[in-house]
């Protein structure tokens, strides 16, 4: 019955590796997104998708790629990690670009 | 660019106490949606209240309101007979419908035996 799931919900992994974080909503939604929270709790929006189409990117490195095989998934994939990337990130999706939905994140560590 | 502001970093309030969370925003749009997330230590962000720009009834939930001022872009939000499990960081946000949302920095609110 999960609305929004996220794999893994915690990753530590090396710096300079490539990993994915993968994101599913069986809300049947419009609209996907990605947030990052830092240390500070601070959330920014990372991307977001509406009908497989990117209509927001929040100056985000190029290391940092969304993926969408289709209207319930939005997998982020991140290359060449960094140690600044050190994050919760969060999934979340809206009904036609109103309240969102979140997941319940992934704690991503860089060492 | 639309900026939310909460002013208060930390607030606690004792166990069956009403406490208020400040938030402030700041836009030159008339039509828009304000809400507020709540943040529990498990870090699952939870939807508590959301309230549309165009009504001037203040939205309510349960213990939950709202004190919508819109000519002062002010949204507060009034937790009544706060509980333990009321304890998390609260999260206001501004959204224009079809644009992303918005978050301020974020209240941390302790209920207290």
């Known amino acids: 019955d999960t609305a929004v799931s996220q794999t893994p919900k915690y990753l530590v992994t090396q710096m300079g590796n490539d990993k994915s974080i993968k994101c599913e909503q069986n809300?049947?939604?419009?609209?996907m997104y990605w947030y990052k929270q830092d240390s500070k709790k601070f959330l920014k929006i990372m991307f977001s998708?509406?009908?497989?189409?990117?209509?927001i990117n929040e100056t985000v490195p190029n290391r940092f790629s969304p993926k969408s095989p289709d209207k319930a998934h939005l997998n982020l994939h991140i290359n060449s990690l960094e140690l600044g990337d050190s994050a919760v990130y969060f999934c979340?999706?809206?009904?036609?670009?109103?309240?969102?939905?979140f997941g319940p994140g992934t704690r991503l560590t860089v060492t | 660019a639309q900026t939310v502001t909460q002013s208060q970093p930390e607030m606690s309030v004792q166990e069956a106490e009403t406490v208020t969370l400040s938030c402030t925003y700041d836009?030159?749009?008339?039509?828009?949606?304000l809400f507020w997330y709540k943040q529990p230590p498990s870090r699952q962000m939870i939807l508590v209240i959301r309230?549309?720009?165009?009504?001037?009834q203040n939205a309510t939930e349960n213990r939950f309101s709202v004190n919508f001022q819109k000519a002062a872009k002010s949204f507060s939000l009034k937790i009544s007979d706060s509980q333990l499990g009321d304890t998390a960081m609260y999260f206001c946000?501004?959204?224009?419908?079809?644009?992303?949302?918005?978050f301020g920095a974020g209240t941390r609110l302790t209920v207290k035996p």
């Open positions: 309230q549309e720009a165009y009504k001037q």
């Open positions: 809300l049947g939604h419009d609209t």
């Open positions: 836009t030159s749009e008339n039509n828009y949606y």
């Open positions: 946000a501004f959204m224009k419908q079809g644009h992303d949302m918005r």
């Open positions: 979340a999706s809206s009904p036609s670009n109103l309240e969102q939905y």
């Open positions: 998708y509406n009908n497989k189409e990117l209509i």
